[in-house]
């Protein structure tokens, strides 16, 4: 049970004002919120103990190694993993995409063929396209159907002994859609093919057991979970990690360098060139641990309840309107227009009722092509919004559609 | 009149609103009376960039005096860019160039000016004076 009272006073943004009405956040698939928890971590880091790591012999710099080594096993632990150097800090989810797909830039021939879902964000094609241009590999198109999911049958007919990766994201940040991994990850394997998962909506939503799904790469951005912005974490399994060359060069990253020759260090510092963001990695820590502390369980149940209201309320109140992404498995996305009004003019009146939304194509423009519209309005909701939220949200689209119809 | 005069005269109408909401409403109103594109120009070329709506803006020359036309696919966007051509139209492409656009922050649509606003006012702004550049040197 999720006790709204005590969780919502852990967020001091969330007493603030917006256009003189009391902000309602709804743009959580975008960035989630800070709990005081995760900032009392930052502050405490840059109070007592903002050091450089794994390499000071002073007091300072061994506190410091030792909680952003102790946030990787938080990670490590949450998420399955075998082994803590399976985890590496990104900048993001973007950062981790870009990562692997420079890997791989060492290990595909032309004509070798790479899958992406229909439902990506551009961060999980644009790296890819890259890639194909830079080996000639081939990017083929996994298809999705009316509701926003994917269509494994044409999946099955893509995969062949050429596909050496899959790549889809495990909830579109568009339309919500929880996609079958588990299928997905066993059936590029029958076919001798890796998989990378965009994890980074599915962080805030569920707990994923990377061990038993199987996956080779999964990656995910803190700042959708809690935490702060600008870092993340990927995982790889370790064969494919120790397969991959470094992704940049630079400190941390080496065990000898001479003008001669350069050795790299062993996982994960191989993939963490330079002075990381320190307390961030902390602070992502810190952003798992207070999630746990709610539990996922209590979160995806919660947060259904809402959706459930929520989509229900829009569909019987609100006329003209068409909600995109109507899978059955679906997280609390509401991707939506009102007939005849722009989504644009939607967000913005919602933000002067102190409504925050998303508007617009949600760095996702191949689905905006699919149903043929210039974008939507997303409402996207955490386990700290409330029914009274709903209502708010809903009194202010109708106010909205009075306005501009 | 001026542009300094027609901005002057819309500082007034919209200074009769207590409320965003009828700032807003009357920003709609006026969108509805935008000198509309012809289809013909209505096309990618005339599109302003950096905005999350579509504006397309055409600019003709008639007898000294610059002329604009435009439409946008949001109704808001539309009602910005007509207070802007009505205070731009029918003048001087010297004068559109000089003119400043500080009357939007007196209107009560401040938001609207940040560079990062998806509905890129800025970028309207630039693209009406980037006409008038363009014209006037042609004049010379």
């Known amino acids: ?405 | 009149m001026t542009i300094k005069e027609i901005q002057d005269t819309i500082v007034d109408e919209f200074s009769m609103f207590d409320d965003w909401m009828q700032r807003y409403e009357y920003m709609i109103e006026l969108g509805k009376s935008l000198p509309l594109i012809d289809d013909k120009y209505k096309v990618d070329e005339n599109l302003i960039k950096g905005c999350q709506s579509k504006v397309w803006v055409h600019a003709e020359l008639d007898d000294d005096k610059l002329k604009f036309t435009a439409d946008s696919d949001a109704i808001i966007t539309k009602g910005i860019i007509a207070i802007l051509i009505r205070a731009f139209s029918g003048q001087s492409p010297k004068d559109i160039i000089d003119a400043d656009t500080a009357f939007i922050d007196e209107i009560g649509l401040k938001e609207h000016l940040s560079p990062t606003r998806a509905n890129g006012l800025v970028s309207m702004v630039k693209q009406l004076k980037m006409y008038a550049i363009a014209y006037q040197t042609q004049l010379n």
Not at chain 1, 25 to 43: C, E, F, G, R
Not at chain 1, 61 to 74: D, F, G, L, N, P
Not at chain 1, 153 to 175: G, M, P, W
Not at chain 1, 246 to 259: C, L, N, R, S
């Open chain 1, 1 to 405: 049970m999720i006790d709204i009272k005590s969780i919502r006073e852990d967020f001091p943004i969330l007493n603030r004002k917006v256009n003189g009405y009391p902000l309602v956040y709804l743009d959580n698939a975008a960035t989630s919120q800070t709990p005081k928890q995760v900032i009392k971590a930052i502050t405490d880091y840059y109070t007592n103990y903002n050091a450089n790591i794994h390499r000071g012999v002073h007091t300072l710099s061994q506190e410091a190694t030792e909680k952003y080594e102790e946030a990787r096993q938080k990670l490590q632990r949450h998420f399955n993993a075998a082994h803590p150097y399976e985890i590496i800090f990104t900048s993001g989810t973007t950062h981790g995409i870009n990562l692997v797909a420079n890997g791989f830039a060492a290990l595909l021939q032309p004509g070798d063929e790479l899958l992406v879902s229909a439902m990506e964000h551009h961060s999980n094609i644009v790296p890819w396209q890259m890639l194909c241009e830079k080996t000639g590999a081939v990017l083929k198109v996994i298809p999705m159907n009316e509701k926003g999911e994917l269509e494994m049958e044409v999946y099955e007919q893509l995969l062949s002994d050429k596909t050496r990766i899959v790549f889809c994201n495990h909830i579109s940040n568009a339309l919500g859609t929880i996609n079958p991994i588990e299928k997905i990850i066993k059936m590029a394997h029958d076919a001798g093919a890796a998989v990378l998962i965009d994890g980074a909506q599915a962080a805030p939503h569920i707990k994923a057991d990377l061990q038993a799904l199987d996956v080779d790469f999964y990656t995910v951005s803190a700042h959708k979970m809690c935490g702060p912005t600008g870092v993340g974490m990927l995982y790889g399994k370790e064969s494919w990690l120790r397969k991959m060359p470094p992704y940049q060069g630079g400190g941390e990253m080496i065990a000898e360098v001479t003008f001669e020759k350069t050795t790299y260090a062993d996982l994960p510092h191989k993939f963490e060139a330079g002075t990381p963001d320190i307390c961030g990695g902390i602070a992502f820590g810190a952003a798992v641990d207070y999630m746990n502390g709610i539990g996922f369980d209590a979160i995806a149940a919660y947060e259904h309840e809402l959706l459930d209201y929520a989509t229900g309320r829009l569909l019987k109140e609100i006329e003209g309107v068409k909600i995109y992404g109507t899978a059955e498995n679906k997280t609390s996305v509401i991707s939506f227009n009102i007939e005849g009004i722009h989504p644009y003019d939607i967000g913005a009146i919602l933000d002067k009722l102190g409504v925050a939304v998303r508007t617009g194509h949600h760095c996702a423009q191949p689905i905006m092509d699919y149903y043929k519209i210039p974008g939507t309005v997303r409402a996207s909701f955490a386990f700290y919004n409330t029914r009274e939220e709903v209502d708010r949200f809903i009194e202010a689209v109708q106010k909205a559609q009075m306005m501009l119809a």
